[in-house]
């Protein structure tokens, strides 16, 4: 029998066996996932507060532009050929809007 199909399996319920039940330590709330691709994930998680902020769209087109850009990346996701490339894709779209934001806060809105 040929058990190495079963080790990733293994070890994660050796990790879960050695889980603490002390007192619980408030985590960092990781963003939802979508893509299943941390880096995209984090990018749409702060999508429309920091496209608001910098004013990139109108706000009645804002969500509109999300969607497509959730869309694409979740389509991307789900077709191997394109996912082993989505990391670097959003990692790219992260340093743009952060470029864009010019060191404010996503939370901060744009001034004209």
Known sequence: MNIRPLLPLCAVLLLAGCATTGPAHPAPR?????????SCDAYLSSYLACHRAAAIYPADQLQAHYQAMRDSLLHGAQDPATRPYLDARCRLLASQMKQTMHGRSCGAPASN
């Open 30 to 38: 990781a963003p939802a996932a979508i893509t299943g691709v941390a």
